[in-house]
């Protein structure tokens, strides 16, 4: 899946398939191709480019993601061919070939980001040669995250696959208003817009957005919608029966480069026989089970605990720490969300679960351990955390000044209509108890350097490295938030019950839990205006948007559960 990329050779290792023991039933070879059929590789003995013509050397330069001697061939290249050619004709041609072995999942994503990394740097050599020709660019789109929202990976991943397919991409970054939108539009003079978003708030906006075209006579504009919270039936559905033009679903880049190409083709076209031809096809939308969050809760939770299991208050109020060991917090790191999710690296049709799994020890393990050498002194890990006293009034919690009986503010959060009718609130003693219950809460950062950081590797055209960075500084501020959540557990009193290997934590395998405002329990962004009333995280440089959503993005925060049958459910 990987070969190296600024050689021409290069094998990933290969685990032996046999033991001297085992008598060979089979033909070695024809397994041997069959295990290496999705991997990205060159021979170590031979010259993978020779006797190939230079358009089919280029074209293994993006398809393999090489860039040792592109410069020279791109040279030999200009001998034959316009630099516009070079770049319609070879370069494009081996980025669709890309894109149809992502489609077919036979190449990572993180390949996909290496080929373009090879597709700009070629592009880069010969823009000295380019002759600008009015109408050349194969169409053109406007990006944007919108407003409230700062998560912008998957916007920059589409910019990523369109720049480098022959699309002129205009990114104007994220929490944008639409106002700024389409004055931007108009400036740009691009033929579509793209709207990108992650959080449930963000859809309401792009139908609000929607709405706003429509009533400037904008409707003639195709709208292409992507994010982490929207699904394919509500875009094709919901906010195509009210905005009056054509509004597109892609649930990733690659989505995002096939419905540019059907507007492109299709830009000179009746207008009858457009809408026909581009009608959105409604599919199911896949649940990704893998989320924790989804996870239903099935133990049985009708009765508050007992007073002997209310934990001592360790104190009253928030600290704060900024001092912190990184490798002691990569230990944290859950390397199936990090090496799956972030970086989504997916198992090829073929390979079994246990090589899929000693394949990323070889090669994902290697990236995640040099990332943690160079990011040691980028990351800037900083805790704020506390105790308060608190009981529970409905579906509310109430938490008490320092007397423990002056309501101070309170939480409420939302229950379950059907199955066990949960509330977060069910976890603690009643305002009429004879004793106050505790609840505890956290709010973690990596630091603003790591967005500093990915940023510059984006703009200078190190896509890899950038897919690879935004997921390190994610994944290690959710291990500064599991690591002390640990240090909280023992605070309370009952940290002794951990399990001894850090991957049983993952699994929630410790007594209480540690639930993050916006995901499915409590829902609610705008809670976080109380967590800061609370725990004061400006003192540790994290702000919150307009959006209640925290700033830098590689922090998050918290409440923390001492109830032994807390875990996560869902909210129906």
Known sequence: MQGAPDSDHGYPSLRPIMSDQQTCTYDPLIELMKRFENVRATSSTEDAFAGLSVEDKLKKHIVDGVKKNLESRLEEALQRYSALDIINQILLDGMKTVGELFGSGKMQLPFVLQSAEVMKAAVRQLEPHLE?????????ILLATV??????IGKNLVDIILSNNGYRVVNIGIKQPINAILEKY???????IGLSGLLVKSTVIMKENLLELN?????????????????????????SAIYKGRVYYAQDAFEGLRLMEQIAETSAEDKAETEQDLAPRVTSHRVDTTDPDLYTFHGVKSDTPAAEQIPQLPFYGARTRTQFDPYEVYKYINPTALWRGQWQFKRPDGMSNPEFTAWLDDQAKPIQDRLQRELARVFDLRVTWGYFWCASEGNDLVIYQEDAQTERLRFTFPRQRDGRLLCLSDFFLPTHAPQRDVVGFQLVTAGARVSEHERALFEKGDFQDYLFVHGMGVETAEALAEYWHKVMRHELGFGH????????????????????????????????????ELLLPEKIGVEMS???????????????????????????
């Open 147 to 152: 407003a409230g929202d700062v998560h912008d």
């Open 186 to 192: 108009h400036e740009s003079g691009c033929q579509v």
């Open 132 to 140: 600008r020709v009015e109408g050349s660019e194969r169409g053109s």
């Open 497 to 532: 019950n951990d399990p001894e290997e850090v991957k049983a934590l993952f699994g929630v395998k410790y007594q209480g839990c540690r639930y993050s405002f916006g995901y499915p329990a409590c829902p609610n962004l705008e809670d976080q205006t109380k967590l800061f």
């Open 546 to 572: 307009e959006e209640f959503m925290l700033v830098p993005e590689q922090s998050t925060s918290a409440v923390i559960i001492h109830h032994p049958s807390a875990k996560y459910f869902n909210i129906r």
């Open 215 to 239: 009533g400037r006579g904008l409707s003639h504009v195709p709208v292409i919608l992507g994010g982490a919270a929207l699904t394919r039936s509500y875009v094709e559905q919901d906010l």
